[in-house]
């Protein structure tokens, strides 16, 4: 999922099988989050997903990341 969002996509989607299709053509950079964080302190259920639950947050404040890949 982070690499379909790193490419910009209009539409993402994903089907039941865990396939992720999405069409965003940028380059991108791929991090992890590289501290501890806490669900309803540091980040929170995006309020107006399509996606299930526990798939997309938001964050509350700035998080320590890590440089995974840059996605070309």
Partial sequence: MAVAFASQPTKLWYKDNGKIGHNGTNSGYLYAIDEPIKVGEDIF???????????????KRDLKVRLINKLE
């Fill in 45 to 59: 259920q995006h309020p107006k997903t399509t996606m299930d639950i526990n798939v997309e947050f938001l964050t």
